[in-house]
């Protein structure tokens, strides 16, 4: 059943022996001191581990500075690495391969995550509307605050941050990193003119705005190797206040230079599920970014968003992706490939669980059991 899916894919050095990865996935559950894995983190991703399957581990900042909600997991420090180091081990045993996603929140943070209570940075200081709340550091919702814009000479020490993160994930044991370019977030920022109103090499023209995606991406492969790097990319997305007027030919131009880099995949989230993490969005009329980016693309590629059994078959046998990530029911359905492979029933996901907390709506989603619902 759903034979494409569940057919061989190669990315990289990795021979997958399925096509269903699971998509990185913020669950805030991380030890509070150290923000390092902890033991119940490495039971949730050993229960979505299987022979041949690719993980790609939650976002992940590579500084404190870059952290916007509690909880989360880095990855600058020793503490982290180690933390970090369980997880692979767990996911390598059951025969699986993890990816990690490397983040930085830009001005989707707040003052409370900051040294000192400074702003946080961006590209430019324009802040995110009143309709969208920051959250502390405390966990509790604020107004975003406008960001402080960054200054010319602070940019290769952020981008040096993305690569000295590449190098701990590989000390980790990951076998590799996703450079989180989607969703609003620093990159994004630089990405898009909502955001990006600098008049230095880093805005302005599409080029400028794509040269600190570029830049992270080179970062990242000189610490781990270009078969070791993916990018993920959300072309007509709109969260957390990101939107860009006209996605196509800032897109095109960032895909084609991403063409030239040899990296391991490109990972796109299709429109319809840009702000998955806050809200149930089902938006219809459209682009679908597989569809549209496929013919630019040249390397694997990943789609994800709004995806069930059939519908991922469906784009992977028509070529219009090589993999699908699926977020929201790999939360709900620990054993998601086998219950996609067999066509048994998915566990629905409890939103309220998502952000916070400890095993309920984590580790206690059940396993499928073919025998009892024989
Ligand atoms: C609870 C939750 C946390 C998420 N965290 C991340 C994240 O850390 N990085 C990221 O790129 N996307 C994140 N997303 C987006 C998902 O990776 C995925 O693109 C989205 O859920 C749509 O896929 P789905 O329809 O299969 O859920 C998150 C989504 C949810 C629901």
């Not at 509790?140 to 952020?158: C, F, Q, S, V, W």
């Not at 590799?176 to 609003?184: D, I, K, M, P, T």
């Not at 131009?253 to 299709?270: D, R, W």
């Not at 219950?339 to 709506?361: M, V």
Request: hydrophobic fraction near 40%; charged fraction near 15%; charge should be negative.
């Amino acid at each position: 059943m759903l034979p494409a899916l569940f057919s061989p894919l190669t990315i990289g050095p990795y021979h997958l022996k399925h096509r269903v990865v699971m998509a990185p996935l913020t669950r805030m559950r991380a030890a509070r001191e150290t923000l390092a894995p902890r033991p119940l983190n490495v039971e949730y991703y050993a229960q979505r581990a299987t022979p041949g399957g690719l993980i790609i581990a939650e976002a992940s900042p590579v500084l404190p500075t870059g952290t916007g909600s509690p909880n989360v997991p880095g990855i600058y420090s020793a503490a982290q690495i180690a933390g970090w180091k369980q997880v692979v081990d767990a996911v390598h045993a059951k025969g699986g391969f993890i990816f990690l996603q490397l983040w930085h929140v830009g001005r989707v943070s707040h003052s409370s995550f900051q040294p000192g209570g400074a702003l946080p940075v961006a590209p430019s200081a324009i802040a995110i509307g009143d309709d969208l709340k920051a959250m502390t550091a405390e966990g509790k919702g604020a107004a975003y605050e406008t960001p402080r814009a960054l200054e010319t000479d602070e940019i290769p020490a952020l981008v040096a941050a993305y690569g000295q993160a590449a190098r701990n994930a590989m000390e980790a044991g990951f076998d590799g990193v996703e450079v989180h370019g989607a969703n609003g977030y620093l990159i994004e920022q630089f990405l898009q003119t909502r955001s990006n109103q600098r008049t230095d090499r880093y805005g302005g023209s599409i080029e400028n705005r794509c040269r600190f995606l570029l830049e992270v991406t080179e970062a990242v492969i000189a610490a781990c190797g270009a078969d070791k790097v993916g990018v993920r990319l959300s072309p007509y997305g709109i969260a957390n206040g990101s939107g860009e007027p006209e996605p196509m030919p800032l897109h095109t131009h960032a895909i084609e230079a991403l063409n030239t880099l040899g990296i391991a995949y490109l990972h796109l989230i299709e429109p319809r599920s840009s702000g998955a993490g806050r809200a149930d969005v089902n938006w219809q009329n459209v682009p679908s970014a597989i569809a549209l980016f496929r013919p630019i693309w040249k390397g694997v590629l990943i789609g994800a968003g709004g995806f069930t059994g059939e519908p991922a078959e469906a784009a992977v046998a028509g070529g219009q992706a090589d993999a699908i990530a699926f977020g929201r029911y790999f939360i709900s359905n620990p054993d998601l490939p086998a219950r996609l492979q067999h066509g048994w029933p998915l566990t629905p996901y409890n939103r309220p669980t998502f952000y916070g907390g400890e095993e309920k709506g984590y580790t206690d989603y059940p396993a499928y059991d073919a025998t009892v619902n024989a």
